[in-house]
């Protein structure tokens, strides 16, 4: 799987997963780097992370299926996000709103994406030696410097 798909499988996690989770208000379960090194080499391939991330996907969309129809109703996918939403504005604030003074401005905005843009995709910041594969010790790094962020790659 090249970057651009491993890419487009962490968007996914976080446009369809993220919310799901936060509405739980736990933030969802953590993954560990031994769930996702599905031959148990040491390494990440961008596949075992691409297969890993699959199955989380799936577990919390089963979990807000609230009547296990294998399909979300637009109800579903509210009652899901709606305990979450709150939290989830208050730490996009505390994130971009780099003058501390509790509001967000377009400038502080651009400046964030503008920031986004040059660290480049996600496979990439946690491939820290850039050898195509994530090690436990990358993994753990990138998955610390995640949580010290309140959930959020930045």
Same mark, same amino acid.
């Given at each position: 799987? =090249?970057? $651009?798909?491993?890419?487009?499988?962490?968007?996914? !996690?976080? /446009?369809? !997963?993220?919310?799901?989770?936060e509405a739980q208000g736990?933030?969802?379960?953590?993954? $560990?780097?031994? *769930?996702?090194?599905?031959? +148990?080499? +040491?390494?990440?391939?961008? @596949?075992?992370? @691409? &297969? +890993?991330?699959?199955?989380?996907? @799936?577990?919390?969309? $089963?979990?807000?299926?609230? =009547?296990?129809?294998? *399909?979300?109703?637009?109800?579903?996918?509210?009652?899901?996000?709606?305990?979450?939403?709150?939290?989830?504005?208050?730490?996009?604030?505390?994130?971009?709103?780099?003058? =501390?003074?509790?509001?967000?401005?377009?400038? *502080?905005?651009?400046?964030? &994406?503008?920031?986004?843009? @040059?660290?480049?995709?996600?496979?990439?910041?946690?491939?820290? =030696?850039?050898?195509? /594969? /994530?090690?436990? *010790?990358?993994?753990?790094t990138a998955q610390a410097?995640?949580?010290?962020?309140? +959930?959020?790659?930045?």
């Open positions: 799987m =090249n970057r $651009t798909g491993i890419l487009a499988v962490l968007i996914a !996690v976080g /446009v369809v !997963v993220a919310p799901l989770a736990k933030g969802g379960p953590r993954v $560990t780097f031994e *769930e996702l090194d599905l031959n +148990g080499d +040491g390494s990440l391939t961008a @596949q075992e992370l @691409q &297969a +890993g991330m699959a199955q989380r996907i @799936q577990a919390r969309f $089963t979990s807000a299926d609230i =009547n296990g129809d294998g *399909e979300l109703t637009a109800e579903e996918m509210k009652t899901a996000a709606d305990s979450g939403r709150n939290r989830r504005i208050e730490a996009r604030i505390e994130r971009l709103d780099a003058n =501390n003074n509790g509001t967000i401005s377009l400038a *502080e905005i651009q400046e964030a &994406a503008q920031e986004r843009r @040059q660290r480049g995709p996600v496979f990439d910041r946690i491939d820290a =030696n850039a050898d195509g /594969v /994530v090690s436990a *010790e990358e993994f753990e410097r995640f949580a010290r962020r309140g +959930g959020r790659d930045r």
